[in-house]
């Protein structure tokens, strides 16, 4: 089946660790996204990648990091940086056209304490 | 990108056709109307998308106004599992501009038996 993954679908940890969150994707996108959400809230935009070795920060990237060495991975690491960590994370994909939509994954729950 | 303005809440009879407004008077010549709509505790789910004219699947028909300023999504037979909140997102269609989507607060879509 064609689609993105995201694991693991609920994650905890302590506070100070940094920890990373997967996503792999089998659809031949060129694009990757990282989204947070917060309850009752809309998503935001923390990173997103064209293209591989190549990304860039979204609306809130403070405290976080990601990678993009292949097409199909677009790990995000949540720092110890990252004031309010616990939230539900969303990875997206696109394909090349300017107006291809955007195809997400089920989520990540983190939850740090 | 141009911002959008949608109703916080609406309910509709299942079988019936549930129709969803948004407001986009700012967008501009260049920009893609799209609607997502997510279940809870799941990823957005991408329904479908249009420049100007109207736009049909199998999911829903989008319906855009002559000048643009405004669009509604039509579900022909709400089922119940068409529960979720919809978000109805503009934005300009093309690769330079990352394909990424701002997300407003949505409708919440309760679907009656």
């Known amino acids: 089946d064609g689609g993105i993954t995201q694991s693991p679908k609920y994650l905890f940890r302590k506070e100070g660790q940094n920890v990373t969150l997967s996503c792999e994707q089998n659809?031949?996108?060129?694009?990757m996204y990282w989204y947070r959400q917060d309850p009752g809230q809309g998503l935001r935009l923390i990173y997103y990648?064209?293209?591989?070795?190549?990304?860039q920060k979204g609306d809130i990237a403070e405290g976080y990091s990601v990678s993009r060495e292949k097409k199909e991975s677009f790990p995000l690491t949540v720092t110890s940086a990252q004031k309010n960590p616990t939230a539900f994370y969303l990875c997206?994909?696109?394909?090349?056209?300017?107006?291809?939509?955007?195809?997400f994954g089920n989520g990540t729950r983190l939850t740090v304490t | 990108d141009a911002k959008t303005t949608q109703p916080p809440s609406m309910d509709c009879a299942e079988g019936r056709a549930a129709n969803l407004p948004c407001n986009h008077s700012?967008?501009?010549?260049?920009?893609?109307v799209y609607w997502y709509r997510q279940i809870h505790s799941q990823g957005p789910q991408y329904i479908i998308h249009g420049l100007k004219n109207n736009e049909t699947n199998e999911m829903a028909s989008l319906i855009i106004t002559e000048d643009r300023k405004s669009s509604t999504l039509i579900l022909p037979h709400a089922t119940l599992r068409d529960t979720a909140v919809y978000y109805c997102?503009?934005?300009?269609?093309?690769?330079?501009?990352?394909?990424?989507?701002?997300f407003g607060g949505g409708t919440r879509v309760l679907v009656k038996p």
């Open positions: 700012t967008i501009s010549g260049n920009e893609y």
């Open positions: 659809l031949n996108h060129d694009a």
């Open positions: 997206a994909s696109a394909g090349g056209a300017g107006n291809s939509p955007l195809h």
């Open positions: 997102i503009v934005r300009v269609g093309n690769k330079a501009a990352g394909n990424k989507l701002t």
């Open positions: 990648s064209q293209i591989v070795n190549d990304f």
